[in-house]
């Protein structure tokens, strides 16, 4: 059903959820998760509890993506646009507060141009119920997990949090609460226009030509993307895909998959790359960024560096801490590790370096 509102022509919450249903919409901050059940959740668990909240998460900590920070230099209208469908659909009264997480970047360069878009008439509701919160420069990368976020708003300590209950059901200051990315929120407001086609936002980065983010269809390959934005190199090459540290490392002969995580596309050259320095730049960058709260993840990772530095990448020992990384670390941090460092190992540096 559709409703008109002076000149506009607007989408009932029960019709938006349903097309944003139909859209198979997948949070764009990483999780992938159903968008649609996200908010059906929040919403089921916010009637039981009588209010909760909301959390745009603009941390953006990976580094090299930029599709964020593109969104809201360009299309702060839609962003807000998107943000305000969500408080519609869960209920203006039942929203206690909506937190603009930000990095100290964002909330530098954006935070005036936000609060333009807000003064506009259709978001007198939404504009008092924003708050700006800046992500603490010193959580590094884990202040962006949707947990840790919880927890520094809440005033705790950054790490994350043991799931279940996720924050739908238990989330901010225990109350369900809604943590949508950026261009998650952009994307239900193309749904709520009726232009949504199934793109995402791309970050292209590294030994490539024409930098930056790039809108294109979310089902291409990695190839098709390279093509398409006149990226794909003319000399040997591979990839890390889905972030920059946070990502699977691909050959150029094995290009033919989608990429997921954050949407990232980074480019190395064969012959210009040192694959040690590259390798440990990534162990370095896991192990610096730990919370320490799960001993698998604060002990793994350094250990993996100092069997690195030690040249004992091929040993048992090496593959078991990789193993029980993935599968005994706390959040998301840990467990990526192996998914990168595999990836490298297996199809680019024992196929490419010389290993004594």
């Avoid at 360069?109 to 936000?114: L, N, P, T």
């Avoid at 369900?176 to 998650?184: A, F, Q, Y």
Wanted: charged content about 25%.
């Amino acid at each position: 059903m559709l409703m008109v509102v002076g000149l506009y022509i607007k989408m009932t919450n029960q019709l938006l959820i349903k097309k944003i249903e139909e859209s198979g919409l997948t949070g764009r901050g990483g999780g992938a998760f159903s968008v649609a059940k996200k908010w059906k959740l929040v919403k089921k668990n916010i009637d039981n509890s009588n209010f909760g909240y909301i959390i745009v998460n603009a941390a953006e900590g990976e580094p090299e993506v930029k599709k964020d920070g593109y969104l809201l230099e360009n299309e702060t209208e839609l962003v807000i646009a998107g943000i305000n469908r969500a408080l519609l659909y869960l209920g203006t009264k039942n929203i206690k507060a909506i937190y603009f997480y930000l990095n100290v970047l964002y909330l530098q360069k954006y935070k005036a141009k936000i609060e333009k878009v807000l003064k506009n008439k259709e978001y007198k509701e939404l504009a008092k119920k924003i708050i700006f919160y800046k992500k603490p420069q010193e959580s590094g990368y884990i202040g962006g997990e949707e947990s840790a976020i919880v927890n520094v708003i809440g005033g705790q300590k950054v790490r994350p949090s043991q799931r279940p209950p996720f924050p739908p059901e238990v989330g901010l200051f225990a109350k369900p609460t809604l943590i949508n990315n950026v261009e998650s929120f952009y994307n239900v407001a193309l749904i709520a226009k009726g232009t949504y086609d199934n793109k995402r936002l791309f970050t292209l980065a590294g030994a490539c030509s024409h930098k930056g983010v790039y809108n294109l269809s979310a089902t291409m390959s990695i190839a098709d993307i390279l093509h398409a934005t006149d990226n794909y190199p003319d000399f040997p090459f591979f990839v890390i895909a889905g972030g920059a540290v946070c990502g699977e490392v691909l050959d150029q002969d094995q290009l033919i998959a989608g990429v997921e995580g954050s949407g990232l596309i980074m480019i190395f050259n064969h012959q210009k790359t040192d694959y040690d320095k590259l390798l440990d730049f990534w162990l370095r960058f896991y192990e610096n960024q730990s919370c320490g709260l799960c001993t698998p993840c604060r002990e793994g990772s350094y250990r993996l560096r100092e069997l690195f530095k030690e040249k004992k990448i091929k040993t048992e020992k090496f593959t078991d801490l990789l193993d029980n990384l993935e599968q005994s670390t706390f959040c998301a941090l840990g467990s990526s590790l192996p998914y990168t460092v595999k990836s490298y190992l297996e199809n680019i540096y024992f196929k490419y370096k010389k290993y004594e």
